[in-house]
């Protein structure tokens, strides 16, 4: 039987393709590889099939990396995003490792190796300054990379997220939602356990058919043991968080209904993260903000965007 939501994949590739991206391949380091879609116009098509396509240009137009969360890769997490952007920005979407092709054979799964890797692949397709938009597990990821990388990473753009996963924040979220632990909220094995991912993440009841979570399960989790481990790496004690001093602007964009990370922690971090941090609030979605809103979300970001360029640049 054919798996429904495989076969919408070429569908929706073909989509991103007419946006503007493509899909290719970084070797950060032997043993590590990293999938992005990036901008056409960077890229040169493979003359054969089984050529893999040529960097002939750096990025024309300011840089947008889009990091995804933990139930979906790039291209799925941000598919309402993608095309809202490239006309005035280079859009890049990484698989971070263990999601889509990203993969490695290092033991690492703390989320500053995931930063580290994402430096390092942008860095190899040319970006030198960018700003990044992370959801939920790419919201810490995206944290790290500023923390770590000032220089590249001009701004950012948090949702849903948090600036590490203390054991209290976890603790505290996972029996207000009544799982035992992230993996059992993260990586349903079931179509049951799928459900009640989606009906705590999403602000209205999603319904779709059994079938469809099913052949959703197939394709979206893979790689369980490693992403079992990146879950139990973002964790740490609370007395060990420290709140780096960012000097971005670090903009929170919040679902009001977020039932994972709610709008009191996301206001409380504005307050922990100082003077260049603001905060802004959708009305009736939850954690699943830009997917659930996307039309919303795409003005909210966009309006950021335009806030961070040159005048001259922003009436363009």
């Given at each position: 039987m054919v798996n429904l939501v495989a076969a919408q994949k070429p569908l929706l590739h073909g989509l991103?393709?007419?946006?503007?991206?493509?899909?290719y391949t970084v070797e950060i380091e032997p043993g590590t590889a990293?999938?992005?879609?990036?901008?056409?116009?960077?890229?040169?098509?493979?003359?054969?099939?089984?050529?893999?396509?040529?960097?002939?240009?750096?990025?024309?137009?300011?840089?947008?990396?889009?990091?995804?969360?933990?139930?979906?890769?790039?291209?799925?997490?941000?598919?309402?995003?993608?095309?809202?952007?490239?006309?005035?920005?280079?859009?890049?979407?990484?698989d971070l490792l263990f999601f889509g092709g990203s993969i490695t054979d290092k033991p690492d799964r703390s989320p500053t190796f995931q930063a580290e890797c994402l430096a390092t692949g942008l860095r190899k397709l040319g970006v030198e300054r960018c700003v990044v938009i992370g959801f939920s597990y790419g919201g810490?990821?995206?944290?790290?990379?500023?923390?770590?990388?000032?220089?590249?990473?001009?701004?950012?753009?948090?949702s849903g997220s948090?600036?590490?996963m203390t054991d209290?924040?976890?603790?505290?979220?996972?029996?207000?939602?009544?799982?035992?632990?992230?993996?059992?909220?993260?990586?349903?094995?079931?179509?049951?356990?799928?459900?009640?991912?989606?009906?705590?993440?999403?602000?209205?009841?999603?319904?779709?058919?059994?079938?469809?979570?099913?052949?959703?399960?197939?394709?979206?989790?893979?790689?369980?043991?490693?992403?079992?481990?990146?879950?139990?790496?973002?964790?740490i004690s609370r007395k060990d968080l420290t709140i780096p001093s960012f000097p971005q602007r670090v903009h929170l964009l919040w679902g009001e209904n977020d039932q994972i990370f709610k709008l009191e922690l996301a206001q409380n971090m504005r307050g922990q993260l100082g003077e260049n941090a603001t905060f802004e609030g959708i009305k009736k979605a939850g954690h699943l903000v830009h997917l659930e809103r996307p039309c919303v979300y795409n003005r909210c970001l966009k309006q950021f965007l335009s806030s961070l360029l040159p005048a001259t640049e922003a009436k363009k």
């Open positions: 991103m393709k007419m946006a503007g991206v493509r899909p990293m999938s992005f879609w990036v901008p056409s116009e960077i890229i040169a098509k493979p003359k054969k099939r089984d050529e893999k396509p040529n960097l002939i240009a750096k990025p024309s137009k300011p840089v947008v990396v889009l990091v995804h969360g933990f139930a979906g890769d790039g291209i799925v997490t941000w598919q309402f995003q993608i095309g809202a952007l490239t006309k005035k920005y280079s859009v890049y979407v990484p810490m990821v995206a944290f790290k990379m500023a923390e770590l990388y000032p220089e590249l990473v001009q701004a950012m753009v948090i948090v600036l590490a209290s924040i976890s603790v505290t979220a996972l029996n207000e939602l009544g799982f035992s632990s992230s993996s059992e909220l993260l990586l349903p094995t079931s179509v049951k356990g799928l459900k009640a991912l989606l009906s705590v993440a999403a602000y209205k009841k999603l319904w779709f058919p059994d079938r469809l979570h099913k052949d959703y399960l197939e394709v979206m989790f893979t790689n369980r043991d490693e992403r079992r481990e990146l879950l139990e790496a973002l964790v």
